[in-house]
């Protein structure tokens, strides 16, 4: 079945430090990727998506890239901010009709000043 | 505006009581979600329902039971049957592009 992997955390960055969390998955045919944020006691959000391969998802200065040779959709931002400190979920969806979300088990990114 | 609401924010349950958790959504989506999330664990699906009047069981259906009488409800019952229902649940509902909208979360906890 589809399955999503994610780097284990916490991933722990200065502000204004590169981030990079990294995503494969295990699915077949051609899914839809997303990236998904929780912050503390909420619920999650939609950050970005990509629906076919070399596709970039982008949002709120974070983007992603749909690879679909190294079955890849790694989350990156070039300046994080204390604010963007939450868990990130990737995950995916078959494209054929429909279908249920597989995610990932979410990554914590801490930012400290 | 439109959304995802989610009641009660808390839940205290004592063993062998059934409790229902209320998800309500004004978006006029056709497909509904229930998710159950532990610490570490990611989001694992409990049931979803892609019409009025229709579910299916998710990965971890069992001491759970809802109903989808309404487009706009999707209420999950944790029944005595499911022996550790200690988690957070989330509501999503789902737009035709594929991408799902969540409510802000129940967190039950059983006395």
């Known amino acids: 079945g589809d399955s999503v992997t994610q780097m284990e955390g916490p991933v722990t960055l200065s502000e204004e430090a590169f981030l990079t969390i990294n995503c494969t998955y295990t699915a077949t045919g051609y899914p839809s990727l997303f990236w998904y944020v929780q912050y503390p006691g909420e619920g999650l959000q939609l950050l970005l998506k990509a629906t076919k391969a070399d596709d970039k998802g982008s949002n709120k200065g974070f983007e992603a890239t749909y690879r679909k040779e190294t079955t890849s959709f790694h989350l990156e931002k070039g300046s994080v901010q204390v604010s963007d400190s939450a868990v990130y979920f990737c995950?995916?969806?078959?494209?054929?009709?429909?279908?249920?979300?597989?995610f990932g088990k979410g990554t914590m990114l801490l930012v400290s000043p | 505006d439109g959304g995802i609401t989610q009641s009660p924010k808390y839940l205290f349950r004592k063993e062998g009581q059934n409790v229902t958790l209320s998800c309500e959504q004004n978006?006029?989506?056709?497909?509904m979600y229930w998710y159950r999330q532990d610490p570490g664990q990611g989001l694992r699906l409990i049931y979803y329902s892609q019409i009025v009047n229709d579910f299916q069981k998710g990965d971890i259906a069992e001491g759970y039971s809802v109903s989808r009488e309404k487009k706009e409800s999707f209420p999950l019952t944790v029944t005595s049957a499911q022996k550790n229902p200690t988690a957070f649940y989330l509501c999503?509902?789902?737009?035709?592009?594929?991408?799902?909208?969540f409510g802000p979360g129940t967190r039950l906890t059983v006395l």
């Open positions: 995950a995916l969806t078959p494209n054929s009709g429909y279908s249920t979300l597989t």
């Open positions: 999503a509902s789902r737009t035709s592009y594929n991408e799902q909208f």
């Open positions: 978006l006029n989506h056709d497909a």
